[in-house]
């Protein structure tokens, strides 16, 4: 029961207060943004989730109709329930909300030569609940020696989707390593992974 309450009491996002929980954004919008269909493994790998977390949230929204699920021998796959009323308002409130991580996770991963990708500013901040106004752009930097044609192509794809402008900022871990003032304050401030760790 403990466990229980506790699970309930998690903090809202600031970003989309509409969500009982972090968590909870971040499962919704691992399938309604991606289209993908998940076992609750990849599901809680996906969205950073305890197994735990994410089989009771899982069971809430089948119940609630807003995710299906497919049995396939036995492991149950998830995804979004389209047929249900409420996943396309929910997946518009995610795409401004928890959307810009994933989609550009989604994006990001099939492009070469990227060490890690990660939000920082002020969508990072208020994703990680730091009080302040709402954020009217992402800036997001990547490390490591990408093609940046097509760094920016995905940001301008997730940009168009999301309705915020995506700023890339594109390193070499040498450069990284060099510092500035400028790295000095993304350094000392929140920051979300989108690929790979945090190179600090």
């Known amino acids: 029961m ?7 009491r998690t903090e809202p996002p600031l970003l989309a207060p509409i969500f009982r929980s972090d968590g909870q954004a971040r499962l919704l919008a691992a399938l309604l943004l991606t289209g993908d269909e998940l076992s609750i493994t990849d599901l809680a790998d996906r969205a950073d989730l305890a197994y735990p977390t994410v089989h009771r949230e899982v069971e809430r929204l089948l119940h609630a109709g807003i995710l299906a699920e497919t049995q396939v021998g036995r492991t149950r796959l998830i995804r979004a329930a389209d047929d249900s009323p409420l996943v396309e308002p929910l997946r518009q409130i995610l795409l401004v909300s928890a959307g810009p991580v994933v989609l550009l996770e989604h994006e990001l991963r099939s ?4 060490e890690s990708a990660f939000l920082y500013g002020s969508f990072a901040a208020r994703s990680l609940g730091v009080p302040g106004p709402p954020p009217s752009d992402i800036d997001l930097m990547v490390i490591g020696v990408p093609d940046a044609d097509e760094i920016y192509a995905a940001c301008d794809r997730v940009q168009e989707r999301v309705g915020r402008p995506v700023n890339p900022t594109i390193l070499t871990a040498k450069e990284l390593s060099v510092g500035s003032g400028f790295l000095t304050q993304v350094k000392s401030n929140p920051v979300v992974p989108v690929i790979g760790d945090v190179p600090w």
């Not at 492009?111 to 990227?114: A, D, P, S, T």
């Open 2 to 8: 403990e466990d229980n309450l506790s699970y309930m």
């Open 111 to 114: 492009i070469e030569g990227i």
